[in-house]
Every structure is written in C-alpha cells, then in structure tokens.
C-alpha cells in the first residue's frame, strides 16, 4: 500500500511537470525519497495562473475535490486507492495561515527541486516552518525542530521577512531561538494575536473565517446516517461490520444499529410478534388446524395493517432514542435495514406504507446489496423463494446511493468502502 501511494503522488508531480505548472511541495514530503518516513497528504503552493490547469490535472488523474472548507485560499484534493487516500492541500497564489497570507507567490521563483519533484528554498521553507508552527500548529514538532536548526539561511533574509510578519525585535529573537534549539522560550498565543491585530485588514479576514469556521464544525448539524438495506442474505450485517471497522481506524466515531424485525424493539412487541408470525406459518403449512392465526384474509390484513403503526411507532422511538442522540454527539451512526422493513410488510397497502416510510429522516448514504434469488437461495436455503422475490421487487422502486450486486464478499466491501468513504471525505465528515 505504501508503493501504491507514493506512485500515485509521484504521477502527479511528474505531470505538474510535465504541464510546466509552477508549484512546490511545501513540507512533509520527505517520504518520497526517503522510506522511513510516513506517507502523509502533501501541501502544495500552486501559482495563481495555473491553478486552474492544476485543478483541472488532478480531475482527469481521478481525484476528488473535497467541499469549500472554512479557508477559502486552502483547496483540498483526494483519492482513494485500495480503501486509503492520498491527498493535496493546494493554496494557491501565496502560503497562508487560513486566509491571512504569510509569503507570496514570489516564493516560487526560488524554488529548488529535489530529485523528481520542487520544494521552497532553504531560506522560505525556514520562514515557512517557524511561523506555520507559531500559528498553524501552535507547537514545534520535533522535525521541525530538527529542520529549523539545521537549515543554512541567508540570515538578512529571513529576518526582513520575520520582521513584516511580526516585529523586528520578535524577528530577531525568533531566529536566535531557532538557530540555538531554545524553542521553548516561543510563547505561541502572543504571536498568534499580534499576527492577527497587526493589520487592519487580518482582523476583518479572521472575523470572517470564523464565522465559515463555525458552520464548517458543523456543530448543529447532525453526523451522517448509513443505510444499508438489502433482502435476506444479501451480506448486510458483515458490510456493516467491515464498513464500522474501516471508518473507526480511520479515527471517526461510529457506531452499529439494528432497527429490523425481531429484536432490538423498545415497545414490548417482539413476542407477541415472534409468536404470531411462528403460529401463522404453521398454520399456512396446514400443520395446525385452530390458532389465532387462523384468519380469513381480510381479517389477517386488518390485523396487519393495524399493527403496522406500532411497529413503526417502536422504529421512531429507536431513531430518536438510540441512532438521533450519536448523530447529535458526531458519531456516525450505521444501520442495518433501518425503516425499510415498512416497505415489506405484507398485507398492507402500498400507498400506507409508503407514508408510515416518509415519518422517517432520510438516510444520508444508502446502499442496496442485491442478487438473484438462485443465489440468495444457496446462502439462505430456508427462506422462501416467494417472499425473496418480492424483496426483490420492492427494493427495486427505490433510488439509493449505491446498488451493487453482490459477488465476492472482499469486492463488495472494498467497493462500498471506498464508494462511503469518499463520500464522508468530500464533506469533511
């Protein structure tokens, strides 16, 4: 996986150069030449003229431009292969600190390049590292440590540039401090304001962007809900499992809920309904001759389209007590069925069902696992042919946001892994 990554950035920047667009790797890009190093998503300055032919070459090499973030000068870029990502954060025209610039596109005409790729000069990327760790990170990670006192820098330089961005005498104690490895004495929020009050112009721009920060927190809104949905033997319940497992090592929080048939209810209905749905089979079967299934078909209708607001009753109160609360708190929320089981309800008519489905919030991702009843039928021997059919047919009316039929179970999860993960990646979930 790591080869295959380190291709896919490596075809990238060969085609950065083989388009003449001027750019430069940022930092964090020692990977490329280096195997000890992790591979992490690449940072990238692009100049102004071009990144419109940048945009447009990522497009064609299959990446996906992720939804406008609270920067509008940071623009995020990503792809999936093998169900992990790479990845570029563009700025264009400028480095930035959100959308407050630091060092301009001039930067680019000193550009260096290493082996097959073009970074900042020794003298930018020092100027680059000590303020990105002042005001982006806020703290100095140890390979910046290690870079900024390493790099041999034209000291007068680096100085008139600290001195625009903060003050001379905060310049010259910022590059003494670097220089000895004292970064402990950097107090980083004091910066981090007199970079935000110093011009007029920074404050109206931080105003702004906090504002886009609030809404992209998404702090009201709730985490996506995951519908998976499919007859009986389609291999929901182990998509589920692999789709939880994937999107918890990726670092979100996730979580499986059941709100089929049968188990899980919150109103006491599933023995009385277990034991009704057993005595009706029997008795369908002839094996029973008196039973309180024993019901004429009009009278087995109205019972089942009596009970079909109680069992749609105990899914609202399950989505509102269970699955609402961990959207709330972001937590991803994944379902096996959801209220689709409405839509299967047999004896009840079409357009009440239908209503009863439209009480329910509307996934935000939902998939259909499907197959042909033959096949479903030597996963499921037991289940009746009839019934699979008319699953079939009914899941088949609906849209979803991806209907994939199943073969191996390693394809299927690999496509509906990749397929949700990207979605939840576009927008920043």
């Known amino acids: 996986m790591r080869d295959e990554k380190i291709n896919e950035y490596k075809k990238v920047l060969e085609e950065l150069n083989k388009e003449n667009i001027n750019y430069a790797l940022l930092r964090n890009y020692e990977f490329l030449i280096d195997q000890t190093y992790p591979v992490e998503g690449l940072d990238i300055i692009v100049a102004e003229k071009d990144f419109s032919l940048f945009h447009s070459l990522l497009l064609t090499l299959g990446f996906t431009k992720r939804q406008p973030q609270f920067s509008l000068k940071h623009k995020a870029y990503f792809k999936i292969i093998n169900t992990k990502f790479v990845s570029f954060d563009a700025q264009m025209g400028g480095i930035y600190w959100n959308d407050m610039k630091y060092l301009g596109e001039e930067v680019l005409t000193h550009r260096q390049k290493k082996e097959f790729f073009f970074v900042l000069s020794d003298d930018d990327t020092f100027i ?112 589920v499992k692999a789709l939880h497992d994937h999107l918890k090592e990726t670092g979100r929080k996730t979580a499986i809920v059941y709100t089929g048939r049968g188990r899980g209810h919150l109103l006491p209905i599933t023995k009385i309904g277990n034991l009704y749905k057993r005595t009706e089979k029997k008795h369908d079967a002839g094996k029973i001759k008196d039973s309180l299934s024993k019901k004429t078909p009009f009278q087995r209708k109205v019972l089942y389209i009596a009970s079909a607001p109680i069992f749609t009753f105990d899914l609202l109160l399950r989505y509102f007590f269970k699955i609402f609360p961990k959207r709330l708190f972001h937590t991803i929320v994944i379902t096996d069925r959801y209220s689709f089981d409405i839509m299967l309800m047999e004896n009840v008519p079409l357009g009440f069902r239908k209503f009863l489905l439209s009480l329910f919030p509307k996934p935000t991702i939902t998939i259909l696992l499907y197959n042909d009843v033959d ?55």
């Open 128 to 239: 680059m590292l000590l303020v990105h760790s002042i005001i982006g990170k806020r703290y100095f990670k140890e390979k910046y440590q290690r870079l900024l006192s390493s790099l041999a820098v034209n000291k007068e330089y680096v100085l008139g540039h600290l001195s625009k961005i903060f003050t001379p005498e905060i310049a010259k104690r910022l590059f003494s401090d670097a220089q000895n490895e004292n970064f402990s004495r950097t107090s980083i929020y004091p910066l981090v304001i007199l970079f935000i009050f110093r011009r007029f112009f920074h404050l109206a721009t931080f105003s702004k962007l906090f504002l886009r920060w609030l809404i992209w927190k998404k702090l009201l809104t709730p985490a996506p809900l995951i519908s998976i949905l499919g007859p009986d033997g389609a291999g929901k319940s182990t998509l």
């Open 375 to 429: 096949e479903l039928l030597k996963r499921r021997p037991l289940e009746n042919r009839a019934n699979l059919g008319r699953q079939l047919e009914i899941y088949h009316q609906f849209h979803y946001s991806l209907k994939l039929k199943t073969d191996t179970k390693e394809n299927v999860h690999k496509t509906v892994i990749e397929d949700v993960y990207g979605r939840l990646l576009k927008g920043w979930w």
